[in-house]
């Protein structure tokens, strides 16, 4: 992203201090920060759609908010200021707040790589001035993070300034002391291999890609973990793999999200509530119809219908179901 213009960090290793009395709850054995406070956090969630991913870095920054951290939650699909509060009206917007920390969530809306540098530019800058810790949730991470090289408009083989947009902003950001959170929806062609290889948490959901297997493997040796696992695994169930080893956890609910969940569940009871009643209603309708349902559509039916979280989730599951095995 050469449009990011930050100073060059200070030298020196910065001491991580808040890390070292820091923890987060997943459910299982809380992660004790104090393992990260040289590294920083970087943390990817890899999961297909609707197996709770924002959920889990909405967890994460509610609990860094609750033990002093300013998060930051870059929304691409503007649905988290409904729970979180209205996104900042523009990047100096942003900046005041992040210098003046008395929001401990705010939210960036941004849809694409360009949308997005402004607000990269200033988290550098307050990081750079003010050390003081931050966390970024980058929701959706393949809009700004692309694996391979990709044809520009004039036929040249470049690597797009937006393509790589998240790639440096992981590395630039290390550098700075912010500690990050990304989502992928699978391990091959939507994130960058490097911030896999950077990521030092990585939550890792339900897999229904056997040919992953074979990459993921050598982590999983002598954990007692195969691809049946990982690819019986469910909403909100991840294999965490931290500092101290590789455990399968139960993810809360982010307390913003359950409290949307619990209120929906009393609306339109009369819809699918499970997977397999929205099966069964899913394959009455021709394919042709369901391959138009991408994600901002069935958001859209979802909250047009009243749809629980619930019911949403398990929608979606059965519907890339139907698709994945319709291809
Ligand atoms: N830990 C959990 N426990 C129970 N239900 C959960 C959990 N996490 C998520 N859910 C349910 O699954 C739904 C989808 O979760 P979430 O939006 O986090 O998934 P996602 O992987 O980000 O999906 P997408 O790829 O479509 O963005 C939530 O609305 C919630 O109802
Ligand atoms: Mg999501």
């Known amino acids: 992203m050469t449009a990011i213009a930050a100073p060059t960090p200070t030298r020196g290793v910065r001491k991580r201090t808040e890390m070292l009395s820091s923890s987060l709850d997943f459910g299982g054995e809380p992660i004790d920060l104090a393992d990260y406070a040289s590294t920083g956090l970087v943390s990817v969630a890899v999961a297909p759609r609707g197996l709770g991913k924002t959920n889990v870095g909405l967890v994460i920054a509610e609990q860094l908010a609750q033990q002093g951290w300013v998060s930051v939650l870059v929304d691409p699909e503007d649905e988290l200021g409904a729970l979180y509060g209205a996104p900042v009206t523009d990047a100096e917007d942003l900046r005041r707040r992040l210098v003046e920390r008395t929001d401990p969530i705010i939210v960036v809306s941004a849809h694409d790589a360009a949308e997005f540098v402004p607000y990269g530019q200033v988290m550098f800058e307050v990081a750079d001035e003010h050390r003081k810790p931050m966390f970024v949730m980058l929701d959706e991470g393949q809009l700004w993070s692309a694996p391979r090289k990709r044809k520009s408009s004039d036929g040249t083989n470049s690597l797009g300034e937006a393509t790589d947009a998240i790639n440096e902003f992981v590395e630039r950001g290390r550098k700075r002391c912010i500690d990050m959170f990304i989502t992928a929806l699978r391990y091959s062609g939507t994130l960058h291999r490097s911030i896999f290889t950077s990521a030092n948490l990585t939550l890792i959901g339900q897999q229904a890609d056997p040919t992953v297997w074979s990459s993921l493997a050598p982590q999983f040796r002598s954990s007692g973990i195969d691809f049946a ?29 359950r409290d949307v969940a619990l209120k929906a569940r009393t609306v339109r009871r009369a819809l699918p509530s499970n997977f397999r009643q929205w099966d069964r209603a899913l394959r009455e309708i021709p394919t042709e119809r369901l391959d138009k349902l991408d994600a901002p559509v069935v958001h859209l039916l979802g909250a047009i219908a009243g749809l629980s979280a619930e019911q949403m989730a398990s929608g979606t599951r059965a519907l890339d179901d139907i698709l994945s095995t319709a291809e």
């Not at 696992?229 to 982010?254: H, N, W, Y």
């Open 229 to 257: 696992d990982l690819q019986g695994l469910g909403t909100g169930e991840f294999i965490c793999l931290s500092r101290r080893g590789m455990e399968k956890v139960r993810m809360p609910m982010a307390g913003a999200l």
